[in-house]
Nanobody, 122 residues
Framework: QVQLVESGGGLVQPGGSLRLSCAAS????????VGWFRQAPGKEREGVAC????????YYPDSVKGRFTISRGNAKNTVYLQMNDLKPEDTAVYYC???????????????WGQGTQVTVSS
């Protein structure tokens, strides 16, 4: 059974850090592009970090560039999102995704996890 499971969310103060983890089962994550997306209440889902499977190309929107880093784990079938200098506007449910390309993943295709809540508040 194909599955993506996120973990690591929680409540953090502004300026703090969190590392989200995504564990895949039922398929080999190494051969897929991977990404993290978020959705805040009343807003559309947006991609915050993507990593291709072939050439290591990454994508970050300006809102998180320099603060968020996506990486594959040394253990197979894991992907991480390191989030530093968190801001209240980063509050959202964060989802892990995997598909053959970043482009198709950005269109909502591929595999998706259930999400983990990140709340940035003092």
């Amino acid at each position: 059974q194909v599955q993506l499971v996120e973990s690591g969310g929680g409540l953090v103060q502004p300026g703090g850090s969190l590392r989200l983890s995504c564990a895949a089962s039922g398929f080999t994550l190494d051969s897929y592009a991977v990404g993290w997306f978020r959705q805040a209440p009343g807003k559309e889902r947006e991609g915050v970090a993507c990593l291709s499977s072939i050439d290591g190309v990454t994508y970050y929107p300006d809102s998180v560039k320099g603060r968020f880093t996506i990486s594959r784990g040394n253990a197979k079938n894991t992907v991480y999102l390191q989030m530093n200098d968190l801001k209240p506007e980063d509050t959202a449910v964060y989802y892990c995704s995997a598909d053959r390309t970043i482009a198709t993943m950005m269109m909502g295709r591929g595999y998706w996890g259930q999400g983990t809540q990140v709340t940035v508040s003092s």
